[in-house]
């Protein structure tokens, strides 16, 4: 069993900053791929960015250029770097280990 927490959420204004960590228990992080999702109020969840075993990135079109996903095999934890915030940000976030393990997300809020 894995356990995945997350940190690092909070209340920022629009186009401020924040990075979220999430630290990964057990020796099979550098194996999976990991990933960031949000579900704001009402809404789907959806996916944010995600970090293969290898290091390629992917992210959802409404974050590339203001978000960065990055991984620390020697830390078991994964970063979502978030700049340029926007009120449309805001939502519950969350990391997986390969889709098959989750955390119980952190609130991101944006708002002046």
């Known amino acids: 069993q894995v356990q995945l927490v997350e940190s690092g959420g909070g209340l920022v204004q629009p186009g401020g900053s924040l990075r979220l960590s999430c630290a990964a228990s057990?020796?099979?992080?550098?194996?999976?791929?990991m990933a960031w999702y949000r579900q704001a109020p009402g809404k789907q969840r959806e996916l944010v960015a995600e970090?293969?075993?290898?290091?390629?990135?992917v992210y959802a079109d409404s974050v590339k250029g203001r978000f960065t996903i990055s991984r620390d095999n020697a830390k078991n934890t994964v970063y979502l770097q978030m700049n340029n915030l926007k009120p449309e940000d805001t939502a519950v976030y969350s990391c997986?280990?390969?889709?098959?393990?989750w955390g119980q997300g952190t609130q991101v809020t944006v708002s002046s």
């Open positions: 997986t280990q390969a889709g098959r393990y």
């Open positions: 057990g020796s099979t992080f550098r194996l999976y791929f």
């Open positions: 970090v293969s075993s290898g290091g390629s990135t």
